[in-house]
């Protein structure tokens, strides 16, 4: 029996805190805007379905 991946089980939870707390939202999008690389290579290592990329065009 393989075991469950917790985040499955928590992601719409997880997801659903950002819209419902837009400032911490939006104040760790202005800090990501800072430190993005300017030509937009990169990696991103996070959890979600990319709520951040997506926002920050990536």
Not at 24 to 40: I, N, W, Y
Request: a negative charge.
């Amino acid at each position: 029996m393989t075991a469950q991946n917790p985040f499955d089980n928590l992601a719409s939870e997880y997801e659903a805190w950002f819209v419902e707390n837009m400032i911490p939202f939006q104040s760790e999008l202005l800090a990501l805007k800072q430190v993005v690389p300017v030509d937009k290579k990169g990696v991103e290592i996070g959890i979600g379905n990319g709520i951040f990329k997506k926002e920050l065009g990536i």
